[in-house]
């Protein structure tokens, strides 16, 4: 496709179960950033994967918290254990490379309800 | 930290009216600043940015000027349309980073005919 894709776009889980986002980047971008938007907030920055390198994990909540991506491929995002804090939206962004002069691209988004 | 303020919406405004939504920030170093829009059903798309003081981005009539002595980044647009209804959000990315952004709450802008 041609921008970012993430699935689902909505999940509605119970507290205590675990869950799993995904994001597919736009083809041949080597960044890839998690956020996270809690309602009526800001975006969060959660992790950020770029190439084969060592990600940054510093955004992550907790240690409930976890996310993977193969070379440049899809990453997923795993909440462990979830909470009712957890809800909120989850946006995956990619870009062709770091820095200010690439434009994020963002997808729509996952809204995560834990009841 | 770093951090960016913008003002709390929503804000309501007629048809051709002149916009400004404030935004302010705190950082260490020289941050790039950016306009981002989220349309309603839509993702968030970049709108305009500055990478240094002085700049002035701009895009579909919407300007913002880095102003490094205030720290600020306003958005303004001299004639708004009804298409322009969203909501925005200011944010910035610190010099020698990876472009991770920080943004701010976003502020609701509605439009009426």
């Known amino acids: 496709g041609a921008g970012v894709s993430q699935s689902p776009s909505n999940k509605v889980t119970e507290k205590g179960k675990d869950v799993e986002l995904r994001c597919d980047p736009i083809?041949?971008?080597?960044?890839l950033y998690w956020y996270r938007q809690r309602l009526g907030q800001g975006l969060e920055f959660l992790i950020y994967?770029?190439?084969?390198?060592?990600?940054?994990k510093s955004g992550l909540p907790s240690d409930r918290f976890s996310a993977e991506r193969t070379g440049e491929s899809v990453s997923t995002l795993t909440i462990q254990r979830t909470q009712q804090e957890d809800s909120a939206v989850y946006l995956c962004?990619?870009?062709?490379?770091?820095?200010?002069?690439?434009?994020?691209?963002f997808g729509d988004g996952t809204r995560l309800s834990i009841l | 930290g770093d951090s960016v303020t913008q003002m709390e919406g929503p804000v309501t405004l007629s048809e051709e009216a002149f916009l400004t939504i404030n935004c302010t920030y705190t950082?260490?170093?020289?941050?790039?600043l950016f306009w981002y829009v989220q349309y309603p059903g839509e993702g968030l798309q970049l709108l305009l940015k500055?990478?240094?003081?002085?700049d002035k981005g701009s895009n579909k009539g919407f300007e913002a000027t880095y102003r490094k002595e205030t720290t600020s980044f306003h958005l303004e647009k001299g004639s708004v349309q009804v298409s322009d209804s969203a909501v925005y959000f200011c944010?910035?990315?610190?010099?020698?980073?990876?472009?991770?952004?920080?943004f701010g709450a976003g502020t609701r802008l509605a439009v009426h005919p």
């Open positions: 994967f770029q190439g084969n390198s060592a990600p940054d």
């Open positions: 083809s041949g971008h080597t960044a």
């Open positions: 500055a990478t240094k003081a002085d």
């Open positions: 962004a990619s870009s062709y490379a770091p820095g200010p002069n690439q434009p994020q691209h």
């Open positions: 944010a910035l990315s610190l010099s020698g980073g990876y472009n991770k952004l920080i």
């Open positions: 950082a260490t170093g020289y941050p790039s």
